[in-house]
C-alpha cells in the first residue's frame, strides 16, 4: 500500500464524507474504488459537465456557433433556438 495526500477545502471534504457515511463507507474506499474505475474505464468514470451542465465539448461548439452567428449578423430568439441549430448540422 502506499498512501496519496490530496488538498481539497474542508467543506468537500466533510460534504462527501457525510455521504460516504450514509452508504457505509469511508473517504479512503471511495477513493480506491475511484482509482481502480479510472484504471478499468481507461479514464475518468464519470461524464464532466460544465457549470452549465453541457459537455466541455458541447460548450466549445455552442461558443464556436455564437460567435460565427454574431460575425454573420445570424441570431436566434434563445440559447435554445441556437442549440438545436448546431446540433442539426
Not at 47 to 76: C, F, V
Request: aromatic share 4%; proline share 3%.
Amino acid at each position: 500500500m502506499t498512501t496519496i495526500q490530496v488538498r481539497i477545502d474542508k467543506r468537500t471534504k466533510k460534504s462527501a464524507q457525510k455521504i460516504l457515511r450514509h452508504l457505509g463507507m469511508d473517504l479512503s474506499t471511495a477513493i480506491q474504488i475511484y482509482l481502480v474505475q479510472i484504471i478499468v474505464q481507461k479514464g475518468i468514470p464519470f461524464q464532466i459537465l460544465t457549470e452549465n451542465g453541457m459537455t466541455p465539448e458541447a460548450e466549445e461548439e455552442l461558443m464556436r456557433a455564437w460567435k460565427d452567428a454574431k460575425k454573420q449578423k445570424k441570431s436566434y430568439p434563445s440559447i435554445r433556438a441556437a442549440h438545436r441549430a448546431i446540433l442539426r448540422k
